[in-house]
């Protein structure tokens, strides 16, 4: 079965048409026979565990922070070269994940500084891959977890 025999299919059945049927109905029987998931994938589902979709990251996301940096009291300025120092430091000793805690500006006449601060250096910063708002344990909207992208060696 070709890619056009394929798209035809999947626009014949878009656009309220019956499946196909006979020969062309076998065929596509085969093709999806041929590409059932593996025990592992049917184990997960059994037990309604979601497998990773990949082992990268997102085995980090489940990891409690390997440093802390806390900025309480930084003005925008220091806390940018905190933030700098302290990605080049995880660097050096192979760390991955870290946590900022910026605080949540209760503090603050204006509201918090940090925060959006933080936010954006991550988001720009080319050694982080994944950032996000802390588990209520670490500090929830007072702190920013982030997971610096893998170098290779």
């Known amino acids: 079965m070709g890619f056009d025999s394929i798209l035809e299919q999947w626009e014949n059945r878009k656009d309220g048409a019956e ?5 062309a109905a076998e065929k596509s029987a085969d093709w999806l026979d041929a590409y059932l998931p593996d025990a592992d ?10 497998s990773p979709v990949s082992g990268g990251t997102s085995i980090w996301l489940k990891r409690a922070p390997q440093d802390v940096l806390d ?3 930084l003005t925008g ?3 940018r ?5 302290f990605i080049r430091s995880m660097h050096h000793r192979g760390l991955r994940k870290g946590l900022v805690i910026h605080g ?3 503090h603050s006449a204006e509201g918090s500084v940090l925060a959006p601060l933080v936010r954006e ?4 910063s080319r050694e982080v891959g994944e950032f996000g708002r802390a588990a209520r344990k670490d500090g929830g909207s007072g702190a920013s977890w982030f997971i610096l992208r893998q170098r290779s060696r």
């Open 77 to 79: 300025r220091e806390a």
């Open 19 to 23: 499946p196909p049927a006979g020969e």
């Open 104 to 106: 949540k500006g209760l």
């Open 41 to 50: 994938v049917l184990a997960a589902k059994d037990k309604d565990e979601k």
């Open 121 to 124: 250096y991550l988001e720009m």
């Open 71 to 73: 900025l309480h009291g």
């Open 81 to 85: 070269e905190a933030m700098t120092g």
